[in-house]
């Protein structure tokens, strides 16, 4: 009877007990599986947003570099007076000179001139040949002249002689004269493949696919394809013509686009996608990345795990009297690694990215697991305090003044709940922070939202990246973007953005806008050569700023002009001003046993008199430059507006 009861009890049992694994490990397999989920969904969106700081790094300077040389004045007063030298080699030799000047500079593996009236194609080496517009391999550059775009990129085999029909991805930037009318196509390149070394990095590192495709969908740079071979990114995936869609038409600046692609009879999710625009080179990043591998892996866990659940089976059935105290134990230890699991599984794959990750439990207002309440800890919160008093001692112990109400702004519970009832998943904060009290560095803090069906709580996982080098490379773009390289200087584009900001902000008030140009400067570039060129530029540029206050605006808006444009007291101020400008920059000029005289030819105008937009001033400093010139240059003149006066 004994033996009887004892069957049955181990009987029912055991029963329980198979239940209870067949359903804990379910369980775990979806936990897993969601994990996973978000873990793909992390990665992904942190490699694509890598691979669009990279890529715009990488293209900025080739783009600055062509728009410099198409708005540079000697190159379009040389290419003008082509037709007259046609035969002259000194002519080409000094054109080869230019372009290799730049391709030595920037180690560029292309650079050209294409002149519009004679079809040749000029590179560092000298005349390569004449475009012929039947040949195919020229249809990129016709494409171009009809096109309302300054400059556009395009992916082509390099036919220059030597190069061995290499594949390059090409920058090319329209040359117009002084009437608006297009001479000449002028460029850089770079070999396709190093470009194509850095996605296959980031794809080998993180398990992703990486491909940058233009408007229509064909691959323009991936590891695999390039736009000379017009392989089209939907025809070598399974997307549909909504994704595609999806894709094509974002285009936020900056901005992400990611979604799971979900197939088969139960919606599975398969891929996860993020796009994102890149305006400089109108092409689109596509990341992606499929499940196919974690569903596998998972799968192998889950016959692991009934294989466990079998052994342990049998071996109760033989024991069951001696071990089920110790069987229930096991049993709580096994959901609790289960839970550990399920929640290592995205800190050991971020883990190399972030600083540091803690877990909040928002909904109770207190750290999540024990690695939280140490930190709080270390910074003097006593054991036990609620979230959001040790969130406020964070903030004034490291987090710098101005940042602190923002951050608290946006991770004090209260406002994470807000968020999440608003429909957010996730929220992230910029910010300068400290070790100790020490040095301040940029910080970015990402935090997920995530409802927890268990007990109906929501989390929030907090991952803390350093970025002050990525912030210090942000910084050191922006002034690269607006700044000449050989002077220091503003740029043309970025001269006028200030210049026009200057003015909306201060209405009625008198400013000074002066043009210089070098006297004779080209004559000095094609007696000396260019690097005694560069020195004179160096020179003219010292003495201007030798002349002009710290805040004045100094702009480089051409190849040897340049403009100032300063807050005057009054005229008489700014003729005196010029007239000072003139006469010290009447100088000799000497480098390597050689000497030129070095003056300069002035143009001023006032605003608002002759406009309250940078264009009015231009037109007006640059009549007053051209009377200037007209009565034997190295001197001034100051506009009135409709004449110009001494």
Same mark, same amino acid.
């Given at each position: 009877?004994?033996?009887?009861?004892?069957?049955?009890?181990?009987?029912?049992?055991?029963?329980?007990?198979?239940?209870?694994?067949?359903?804990?490990?379910?369980?775990?397999?979806?936990?897993?599986?969601?994990?996973?989920?978000?873990?793909?969904?992390?990665?992904?969106?942190?490699?694509?947003?890598?691979?669009?700081?990279?890529?715009?790094?990488?293209?900025?300077?080739?783009?600055?570099?062509?728009?410099?040389?198409?708005?540079?004045?000697?190159?379009?007063?040389?290419?003008?007076?082509?037709?007259?030298?046609?035969?002259?080699?000194?002519?080409?030799?000094?054109?080869?000179?230019?372009?290799?000047?730049?391709?030595?500079?920037?180690?560029?593996?292309?650079?050209?001139?294409?002149?519009?009236?004679?079809?040749?194609?000029?590179?560092?080496?000298?005349?390569?040949?004449?475009?012929?517009?039947?040949?195919?391999?020229?249809?990129?550059?016709?494409?171009?002249?009809?096109?309302?775009?300054?400059?556009?990129?395009?992916?082509?085999?390099?036919?220059?002689?030597?190069?061995?029909?290499?594949?390059?991805?090409?920058?090319?930037?329209?040359?117009?004269?002084?009437?608006?009318?297009?001479?000449?196509?002028?460029?850089?390149?770079?070999?396709?493949?190093?470009?194509?070394?850095?996605?296959?990095?980031?794809?080998?590192?993180?398990?992703?696919?990486?491909?940058?495709?233009?408007?229509?969908?064909?691959?323009?740079?991936?590891?695999?394809?390039?736009?000379?071979? $017009? %392989?089209? @990114?939907?025809?070598? !995936? &399974?997307?549909?013509?909504?994704?595609? #869609?999806? *894709?094509?038409?974002?285009?936020?600046?900056?901005?992400?686009?990611?979604?799971?692609?979900?197939?088969?009879?139960?919606?599975?999710?398969?891929?996860?996608?993020?796009?994102?625009?890149?305006?400089?080179?109108?092409?689109?990043?596509?990341?992606?990345?499929?499940?196919?591998?974690?569903?596998?892996?998972?799968?192998?866990?889950?016959?692991?795990?009934?294989?466990?659940?079998?052994?342990?089976? $049998? %071996?109760? @059935?033989?024991?069951? !009297? &001696?071990?089920?105290?110790?069987?229930? #134990?096991? *049993?709580?230890?096994?959901?609790?690694?289960?839970?550990?699991?399920?929640?290592?599984?995205?800190?050991?794959?971020?883990?190399?990215?972030?600083?540091?990750?803690?877990?909040?439990?928002?909904?109770?207002?207190?750290?999540?697991?024990?690695?939280?309440?140490?930190?709080?800890?270390?910074?003097?919160?006593?054991?036990?305090?609620?979230?959001?008093?040790?969130?406020?001692?964070?903030?004034?112990?490291? %987090?710098?003044?101005?940042?602190?109400?923002?951050?608290?702004?946006?991770?004090?519970?209260?406002?994470?709940?807000?968020?999440?009832?608003?429909?957010?998943?996730?929220?992230?904060?910029?910010?300068?922070?400290?070790?100790?009290?020490?040095?301040?560095?940029?910080?970015?803090?990402?935090?997920?939202?995530?409802?927890?069906?268990?007990?109906?709580?929501?989390?929030?996982?907090?991952?803390?990246?350093?970025?002050?080098?990525?912030?210090?490379?942000?910084?050191?773009?922006?002034?690269?973007?607006?700044?000449?390289?050989?002077?220091?200087?503003?740029?043309?584009?970025?001269?006028?953005?200030?210049?026009?900001?200057?003015?909306?902000?201060?209405?009625?008030?008198?400013?000074?806008?002066?043009?210089?140009?070098?006297?004779?400067?080209?004559?000095?570039?094609?007696?000396?050569?260019?690097?005694?060129?560069?020195?004179?530029?160096?020179?003219?540029?010292?003495?201007?700023?030798?002349?002009?206050?710290?805040?004045?605006?100094?702009?480089?808006?051409?190849?040897?002009?340049?403009?100032?444009?300063?807050?005057?007291?009054?005229?008489?101020?700014?003729?005196?001003?010029?007239?000072?400008?003139?006469?010290?920059?009447?100088?000799?000029?000497?480098?390597?046993?050689?000497?030129?005289?070095?003056?300069?030819?002035?143009?001023?105008?006032?605003?608002?008199?002759?406009?309250?937009?940078?264009?009015?001033?231009?037109?007006?400093?640059?009549?007053?430059?051209?009377?200037?010139?007209?009565?034997?240059?190295?001197?001034?003149?100051?506009?009135?507006?409709?004449?110009?006066?001494?």
């Amino acid at each position: 009877m004994k033996k009887n009861i004892l069957m049955r009890t181990n009987l029912l049992v055991c029963l329980i007990i198979i239940v209870g694994f067949l359903l804990t490990a379910v369980l775990s397999y979806r936990a897993n599986y969601s994990a996973s989920l978000q873990n793909i969904e992390e990665v992904s969106s942190l490699t694509s947003e890598g691979i669009y700081y990279q890529m715009a790094t990488t293209f900025t300077k080739p783009v600055n570099v062509s728009l410099t040389m198409a708005n540079d004045s000697l190159l379009r007063e040389y290419l003008s007076g082509e037709g007259e030298r046609l035969d002259d080699p000194s002519y080409i030799g000094t054109l080869s000179e230019y372009l290799g000047a730049y391709q030595r500079k920037y180690d560029y593996d292309a650079v050209f001139l294409i002149s519009t009236r004679t079809g040749r194609y000029y590179n560092f080496n000298g005349l390569d040949r004449v475009l012929d517009p039947g040949d195919p391999e020229n249809v990129w550059y016709y494409e171009l002249l009809q096109s309302p775009e300054d400059y556009a990129m395009n992916v082509d085999n390099d036919e220059v002689e030597g190069a061995e029909n290499r594949i390059t991805v090409f920058v090319n930037c329209k040359i117009h004269d002084e009437s608006g009318e297009v001479i000449g196509v002028v460029g850089v390149g770079m070999r396709i493949t190093s470009l194509q070394a850095v996605l296959q990095g980031y794809e080998d590192k993180f398990g992703v696919g990486a491909f940058l495709v233009d408007g229509n969908g064909t691959i323009e740079i991936s590891p695999r394809y390039t736009g000379y071979e $017009a %392989v089209n @990114l939907f025809d070598v !995936t &399974h997307y549909s013509d909504r994704v595609r #869609r999806e *894709i094509l038409t974002w285009k936020e600046e900056g901005m992400a686009r990611s979604f799971w692609i979900t197939g088969g009879s139960g919606l599975q999710k398969t891929d996860y996608v993020v796009a994102r625009y890149l305006p400089e080179l109108e092409w689109h990043l596509v990341v992606n990345q499929d499940t196919a591998t974690l569903v596998e892996a998972l799968n192998r866990q889950l016959v692991l795990t009934m294989l466990v659940i079998c052994v342990i089976i $049998a %071996v109760i @059935l033989w024991v069951i !009297t &001696h071990v089920i105290r110790t069987f229930n #134990r096991q *049993i709580v230890e096994l959901t609790r690694s289960v839970e550990q699991e399920r929640r290592t599984v995205f800190e050991k794959a971020t883990g190399q990215l972030f600083e540091d990750i803690y877990e909040l439990d928002i909904t109770h207002n207190r750290p999540a697991n024990h690695a939280t309440e140490q930190y709080f800890e270390s910074l003097g919160a006593p054991h036990g305090t609620p979230y959001d008093k040790a969130l406020q001692i964070v903030a004034k112990k490291q %987090v710098k003044e101005e940042f602190r109400q923002g951050y608290l702004d946006t991770f004090l519970p209260e406002n994470v709940l807000r968020a999440f009832q608003q429909g957010r998943e996730a929220l992230r904060y910029e910010l300068m922070i400290s070790r100790d009290g020490g040095e301040y560095y940029w910080m970015r803090i990402t935090a997920r939202l995530v409802p927890l069906e268990g007990d109906g709580s929501l989390r929030m996982l907090v991952y803390r990246q350093n970025i002050d080098a990525e912030k210090k490379q942000e910084e050191r773009m922006r002034l690269l973007a607006q700044t000449d390289e050989m002077t220091g200087l503003f740029t043309k584009a970025a001269t006028q953005r200030r210049i026009e900001d200057c003015l909306r902000e201060n209405p009625g008030r008198l400013y000074a806008f002066f043009i210089f140009d070098i006297d004779n400067f080209k004559r000095a570039n094609d007696s000396y050569g260019h690097a005694f060129g560069d020195g004179v530029i160096r020179e003219f540029t010292r003495i201007l700023r030798g002349h002009f206050r710290a805040d004045d605006l100094l702009g480089r808006i051409g190849g040897d002009e340049f403009a100032a444009f300063v807050a005057a007291p009054d005229e008489t101020w700014a003729a005196e001003k010029a007239a000072e400008l003139s006469a010290a920059l009447d100088r000799a000029y000497g480098a390597e046993e050689k000497n030129w005289h070095l003056s300069a030819s002035i143009g001023v105008s006032f605003a608002p008199r002759q406009g309250d937009g940078f264009d009015g001033l231009y037109r007006a400093a640059d009549a007053a430059l051209y009377k200037s010139k007209e009565r034997g240059k190295n001197g001034y003149t100051i506009s009135d507006g409709a004449r110009g006066r001494d």
